[in-house]
């Protein structure tokens, strides 16, 4: 990905990722992310408005499953519409072996696992949003996000496990799995 | 705990929620909570570490939905515990009225809306520990806790709506629904 590779947000949040990886978030400062990436402060806070936030720029994920929901077929149901977006997140996501250290440094850190839960509920209103553009009920909405995040969130930790199989394909796989997980094995006739 | 104990901390609750009301979060201060519930400062101090905690003091959830998992009839397959855990979740709830307003005033207020997301995702961590010590794999705990919790948010809008109808009722009727709404419709054949 040469783009990404090259620009200076991609700069500081590699070089904040690896700081954040080999000292911890708490005892990195925002002028040795912006030394490391070699820029400096000021460069820093053209992108970011505080360390915190330097993990969390993409909303270009956010704007892409929006758009992606807005485009759908309108033979759709809300749900398949929704799933179809979320199995192109791979379009938008950072190179898989970015995503997985940053999972871990995040979860070392109880500001930056604050920041990650604050970011996947803002997506959450943004596409329940969407959905209600497209008619669906306010409450109906909400919980088909709700549920379509479910089914992403598991088939996005399987895609990070299982480089080989295609986001959309462990989406639908997630989708099935869950009818499975929800209805009770039929009982036995004897 | 000693009723006396416990009175406390609830008058501190519902001064707390009527001043967050009336005057807004930002702009009451523990002191006048504590003098609206006709109690000290230092009192205050002994059942909330600050004024952001005051709405979210019922770790009594947590530990009911855990201990009813853990006590789960060991037949019951996974989602079936958390369903019926989650379906007495009434059992330990504030009364409706309290409920309602919280609500709004968490909504209406960034800081409370951000506690409320951290407190959700700790009960659902609580849970899916329960899961793991059933023997469920955790990738799999995980996905059926965010399945479990989107049915019931789905169950517990409509029965703070529709206060004639039991919570364990509409968390059946809400898993009912996942199913029809993950599954598209047979198609007509011609």
């Not at 806070?45 to 892409?64: G, M, Q, S, T």
């Not at 519409?81 to 250290?101: C, I, W, Y």
């Not at 209600?132 to 088909?144: D, L, M, N, T």
């Not at 199989?165 to 499975?180: M, N, R, W």
Request: hydrophobic share 45%; charged share 30%; proline share 6%.
């Amino acid at each position: 990905m040469p783009r990404w590779e090259s620009d200076a947000q991609g700069r500081l949040e590699r070089a904040a990722l690896e700081l954040f990886e080999t000292q911890g978030f708490e005892r990195t400062s925002v002028a040795q992310i912006a030394r490391t990436a070699g820029l400096t402060e000021r460069s820093f806070y053209r992108y970011f408005p505080d360390k915190r936030e330097v993990l969390f720029a993409d909303n270009e994920l956010e704007a892409h499953l929006v758009a992606q929901v807005e485009a759908a077929d309108p033979t759709l149901s809300p749900i398949e519409a929704l799933l179809t977006a979320l199995g192109t997140a791979d379009e938008v996501f950072h190179p898989r072996d970015f995503l997985l250290r940053r999972i871990k440094v995040i979860a070392a850190n109880p500001a930056l696992a604050e920041r990650d839960l604050i970011k996947l509920a803002d997506i959450a209103d943004a596409l329940a949003r969407a959905l209600e553009r497209r008619g669906v009920e306010p409450g109906k909405a909400r919980f088909i996000i709700d549920v379509a995040i479910a089914i992403s969130r598991r088939a996005t930790s399987r895609w990070l496990a299982e480089p080989d199989t295609a986001l959309s394909e462990l989406v639908a796989q997630a989708a099935a799995e869950l009818c499975e997980t929800v209805t009770p094995p039929a009982p036995t006739v004897r």
